[in-house]
């Protein structure tokens, strides 16, 4: 299994970016697939999930309306889109899909919210 994210960078609050993780070694469109971020000094913490369709999704309280997932099965990959960005949305994001109990994680890709 590998995982690897792409996507972040240093923006502005206030404004957007989006997050691809590219998913190899398994059957990507039989697994549902998760965003996790982790800021300095704390815990990582669930951003949003997607089912393996794609028909249904969940976010976090603090990302609900400003944070998007998607997923495009023929590419095997998964999105997250981030809009109205915070400097406390600052954090390494990871991409994550559990397999037979086992949580499997990308390197994380970087973002930084400030002016």
């Known amino acids: 299994v590998q995982l690897v994210e792409s996507g972040g960078g240093l923006v502005q609050p206030g404004g957007s970016l989006r997050l691809s993780c590219a998913a190899s070694?398994?059957?990507?469109?039989?697994?549902?697939m998760r965003w996790f971020r982790q800021a300095p000094g704390k815990e990582r913490e669930l951003v949003a999930g997607?089912?393996?369709?794609?028909?249904?999704?969940n976010y976090a309280d603090s990302m609900k309306g400003r944070f998007t997932i998607s997923r495009d099965n023929a590419k095997n990959t998964v999105y997250l889109q981030m809009n109205s960005l915070k400097p406390e949305d600052t954090a390494v994001y990871y991409c994550?899909?559990?397999?037979?109990?086992?949580?499997?994680w990308g390197k994380g890709t970087l973002v930084t919210v400030s002016s």
């Open positions: 997607i089912t393996s369709a794609g028909n249904s999704t």
């Open positions: 070694g398994f059957t990507f469109s039989s697994y549902a």
């Open positions: 994550n899909v559990r397999r037979y109990g086992i949580n499997y």
